[in-house]
């Protein structure tokens, strides 16, 4: 799952945490039929129900919940089921409800959306409520309905919104929010990126990522970014550099904080493998992947790339072999549309009649994927 999900429950302020008192609306559906979970879900169970990908089932939790008014009196609790069922409506692809939904809450950086408006409740408490994932969905969702600048607009506000509180954090700061905060910023970055490498603004790209580096010179991942945006650019010995210092960064300093060491290894063998694959060297490109599956058999990435490279050498028996393989043991990991369009491909290469393998997949997905996968990626 996506990081918005991951910080849907996250207040701006790190290390929100309250314990309010019990609502006592839930006494009084105590004697009904259905379980208190079902009406009032709490977070967790959100959040549970967001990381299997249930999110009709979190459609239908919250809305069943504010129309009970079993949604606790806190603001900060509204806030944050709102935020599930946003995030739930765009991973559906409602967009119109999605705008609807963000247009009843009003203003995100209003008053009554801060924790000194409440002092009752929040007694000594202070800054905005508003979870993360909400901003970041109000940037992203006009690029859905078409607005490209708009949601370029909003997102450039979102980064300067980050970046203010970075600064009021003090940039030198290493407590576990500057950490969180850092993180959001590269998030929203990556988010600018990816619009501008869809209409190939590669120098674009590639200043925003120097400015991240600049202030994290020893993250692995985002100096592979910077790699793979300078191979867009044809600037292959650039690329090359930027990935040596990867590797002399696993080998000298470790895995760090941002990766386990095979998270960190298998960076590495990919970084490789898409030299190789520039170059046109497959044979070379499938051994890096290999060492990569070997290391994790969880890694998409790497089982994805190696099917490409054994369909460019050729082999569609094989490369079909690894992704059916791939889905079928680690389904979890390995079902996404990008897996599931480069295998329809492969099929409509090495089968005349590939509408059957294809209407088996289809059957396949229907009874195994997240409510959000789009299944027309089968082409059928």
């Not at 996250?10 to 039929?33: H, I, M």
């Not at 739930?88 to 939904?101: C, G, H, I």
């Not at 509180?165 to 993180?183: D, Q």
Request: proline letters at 3%; one cysteine or more.
């Amino acid at each position: 799952m996506g990081e918005e999900a991951e910080t849907a429950a996250a207040g701006e302020s790190a290390g929100d945490s309250e314990t309010p008192t019990k609502n006592p609306t839930l006494d009084s559906v105590t004697n009904q039929s259905f379980s208190l979970n079902d009406l009032a879900p709490e977070l967790s169970s959100l959040h549970d129900l967001a990381n299997r990908g249930s999110w009709r089932s979190i459609l239908d939790k919250v809305s069943r919940a504010r129309k009970l008014s079993l949604i606790s009196t806190y603001p900060h609790h509204a806030l944050t089921y709102a935020a599930y069922y946003v995030l739930a409506l765009t991973k559906l692809r409602k967009y119109d409800e999605v705008l609807q939904e963000l247009s009843s809450l009003d203003n995100l950086d209003s008053s009554q959306y801060c924790y000194e408006s409440y002092p009752d409740l929040y007694a000594g408490r202070r800054g905005s409520m508003v979870p993360f994932s909400l901003r970041w969905i109000h940037a992203q969702v006009p690029i859905r309905t078409g607005q490209r600048q708009e949601t370029l607009d909003r997102l450039y506000r979102l980064l300067d919104f980050v970046r203010t509180k970075l600064e009021e954090k003090g940039s030198r700061n290493l407590s576990e929010s500057v950490k969180m905060w850092r993180k959001r910023e590269s998030f929203v970055i990556s988010s600018i990126m990816g619009i501008h490498l869809s209409q190939k603004e590669f120098n674009v790209c590639l200043d925003l990522m120097k400015y991240v580096i600049a202030s994290d010179d020893c993250n692995p991942v985002l100096l592979s970014k910077l790699g793979h945006i300078q191979m867009l650019l044809g600037d292959l010995e650039g690329a090359k550099k930027v990935f040596g210092r990867v590797e002399k960064l696993s080998d000298e300093v470790g895995f760090g904080e941002q990766l386990s060491e095979v998270e960190l290894r298998n960076l590495v063998n990919r970084n490789k493998a898409l030299l190789y694959m520039v170059a046109k060297d497959y044979v070379s490109a499938v051994r890096e992947y290999d060492q990569c599956i070997e290391r994790d058999g969880t890694d998409a990435v790497a089982i994805n790339n190696k099917a490409i490279c054994l369909m460019y050498l050729r082999d569609l028996s094989d490369s079909i072999k690894v992704l059916e393989v791939a889905l079928e043991e680690i389904p979890t990991h390995a079902l996404n549309e990008t897996l599931v369009v480069n295998l329809c491909s492969m099929y409509e290469l090495a089968f005349v009649n590939h509408s059957d393998n294809k209407t088996r997949l289809s059957n396949w997905i229907a009874r195994v994927a997240p409510d959000d996968f789009d299944a027309s990626c089968t082409r059928i």
